[in-house]
């Protein structure tokens, strides 16, 4: 009888230690030695959330921070989707920054999304039409979004430099957030890179259609 006892005891014991398991699992964590360690399994879990909370468009906007030019910025951030490393990228891009090499003619981030329209669906040789015409409708789409929201493509109008009319748009009243005070270009490559991944996800859509 003391046996039986005993064993419904050590079974309770475990099932308790089992279902601590399953409603906090971010508590515990095993170390080789068979010890536990509440830190390192949380700091692990912390790091893949923020990583699923990083959009690419959050990437490219953090590149700009950190010093690309913003056509580098966009395409850099979306480099790997297309097999290109970073240096590749920002050499290709590395003359769009000030709106062209600083002559403040279109904005860098819209050239850049040129450059990701036509990686993503541009022609390889000449004679591929459908492939000619897929790009140019998607440019004309992505730069048509970008300038209702910022009234202009052209670097020296969006930014209100001397000798150019200031572009009005709803985005050109929005509050800066402290991490892009002083380099406020920043929302700009992070627009056109939602704009580019809003195409992505709905070229997605498309193609499923089709299926």
Same mark, same amino acid.
């Given at each position: %009888? ?8 050590? /079974?309770?014991?475990?099932?308790k230690d089992i279902k601590s398991l399953i409603y906090r699992p971010q508590t515990w964590c095993v170390l080789s030695n068979g010890?536990?360690? /509440? ?10 959330? %923020? ?41 290709? /891009?590395?003359?769009?920054?000030? #709106?062209? #090499?600083?002559?403040?003619?279109? $904005?860098?981030?819209? %050239?850049?999304? #040129? ?5 993503e669906d541009g022609n390889s040789v000449p004679g591929e039409k459908d492939k000619v015409k897929t790009t140019f409708n998607a ?45 406020? $270009?920043?929302? &700009? ?13 709905? &070229? ?8």
């Amino acid at each position: %009888m003391t046996f039986f006892l005993n064993m419904i005891y050590a /079974t309770v014991l475990v099932a308790k230690d089992i279902k601590s398991l399953i409603y906090r699992p971010q508590t515990w964590c095993v170390l080789s030695n068979g010890k536990y360690d /509440t830190n390192d399994l949380q700091i692990k879990k912390q790091r893949i959330n %923020m990583n699923q909370e990083r959009t690419l468009a959050d990437i490219a906007a953090d590149n700009y921070n950190n010093g690309y030019n913003c056509g580098q910025a966009l395409v850099v951030a979306f480099a790997e989707r297309y097999g290109f490393s970073k240096e590749q990228a920002s050499q290709i /891009t590395a003359a769009f920054g000030g #709106g062209l #090499g600083r002559q403040r003619l279109t $904005c860098g981030a819209v %050239m850049g999304m #040129g450059v990701l329209a036509g990686l993503e669906d541009g022609n390889s040789v000449p004679g591929e039409k459908d492939k000619v015409k897929t790009t140019f409708n998607a440019i004309q789409m992505m730069t048509e979004k970008f300038k209702e929201q910022y009234g202009s493509v052209t670097c020296g109008e969006i930014l209100g430099l001397k000798g150019y009319a200031k572009a009005e748009g709803p985005a050109q009243h929005q509050e800066i957030p402290e991490a892009y005070k002083g380099r406020p $270009c920043a929302l &700009k490559v992070k627009l056109a890179a939602q704009i580019f991944e809003d195409y992505l996800k709905s &070229k997605g859509i498309a193609e499923d259609k089709q299926k």
